[in-house]
C-alpha cells in the first residue's frame, strides 16, 4: 500500500525558516496536502499542491514538490512561536475517492 | 468557510460501557465521512469511510462491531465504541466532504474526540 513518510522533530528559532520533509511511495498521487495539528485539536488544512505543479507559495508557505524522487517539502519563512506544532503531509491517490493516507508527523518546535 | 464538529470534545467512561460520538458538517452537506483515530504521537489511521444512506466501509484490522459507524443524514455521522476497553483510549477524528458552497470538493476536519477508558 501507500506510504508516507516523514521526520519525527525539528527545532528552529524563532525568525528563522523551517523546512519540513516528506517522501512518499504512490506514484499516481494526484493531490498532496499539509495539515497542522496543534495540541488535543483536529487537523487544519495549511496547504495543497496538484501533482503536476512543483512548486506553490501562499505567505508564509511554500510547498515544493519533486514528482521524480517523490518528495515534498514545506517550508515556512519567519517561524513564529505560534507555528509550534504538528505538521502532517498527506497524499491522495487516483483510487479510493477521497481518501488521505497520511504521513507519520512532524513535531515542530520553535524556540526564542 | 466549510466546519465540521465533533461532540463531545472529551469523554471519560468505564469499561464495558459504550460511548457514541457524533460529527456534524454545520454548514454544507456532508456526502461522505471519514473517522480517524490517532494514538499519541503518531498520525492518523483510517477507520472507516461512511457515504450517507449506506453501510460504512471499514479498512482492514477495524471490528465493525466493536466501531459501530451511523450516516443517516447529509449532516451528521456517529461512531459508538461498544463495551469500550481502556485499549480502546485514543484520540477520534472525523473528516466531511461533500456539496454546497462550503463543503464542495474540501475534505475538512473535526476538531476530535478525545476517548479515555478507565
Known amino acids: 500500500g501507500e506510504d508516507v513518510e516523514q521526520s519525527l522533530f525539528l527545532s528552529v528559532r524563532e525568525g528563522d525558516s523551517s523546512v519540513i520533509n516528506c517522501t512518499y511511495t504512490d506514484s499516481s498521487s494526484t493531490y498532496l496536502y499539509w495539515y497542522k495539528q496543534e495540541p488535543g485539536a483536529g487537523l487544519q488544512l495549511l496547504t495543497y499542491?496538484?501533482?503536476?505543479?512543483d512548486m506553490k507559495q501562499d505567505q508564509r508557505l511554500t510547498v515544493l514538490l519533486n514528482k521524480k524522487d517523490k518528495h515534498l517539502s514545506l517550508r515556512i519563512a519567519d517561524t513564529q512561536t505560534g507555528d509550534s506544532a504538528i505538521y502532517f503531509c498527506?497524499?491522495?491517490?487516483?483510487?479510493?475517492?477521497?481518501?488521505?493516507?497520511f504521513g507519520t508527523g512532524t513535531q515542530l518546535k520553535v524556540e526564542l | 468557510g466549510a466546519v465540521v464538529s465533533q461532540h463531545p470534545s472529551w469523554v471519560i467512561c468505564k469499561s464495558g460501557t459504550s460511548v457514541k460520538i457524533e460529527c456534524r458538517s454545520l454548514d454544507f452537506q456532508a456526502t461522505t465521512m471519514f473517522w480517524y483515530r490517532q494514538f499519541p504521537k503518531q498520525s492518523l489511521m483510517l477507520m472507516a469511510t461512511?457515504?450517507?444512506?449506506?453501510?460504512?466501509?471499514?479498512e482492514q484490522g477495524v471490528e465493525k462491531d466493536k466501531f459501530l459507524i451511523n450516516h443517516a443524514s447529509l449532516t451528521l455521522s456517529t461512531l459508538t465504541v461498544t463495551s469500550a476497553h481502556p485499549e480502546d483510549s485514543s484520540f477520534y477524528i472525523c473528516s466531511a466532504i461533500g456539496v454546497g458552497t462550503s463543503g464542495a470538493n474540501v475534505l475538512t476536519f473535526g476538531a476530535g474526540s478525545r476517548l479515555t477508558v478507565l
Open positions: 499542491i496538484f501533482s503536476n505543479m
Open positions: 498527506a497524499e491522495r491517490g487516483t483510487g479510493g475517492g477521497n481518501k488521505l493516507t
Open positions: 461512511s457515504n450517507e444512506g449506506s453501510k460504512a466501509t471499514y
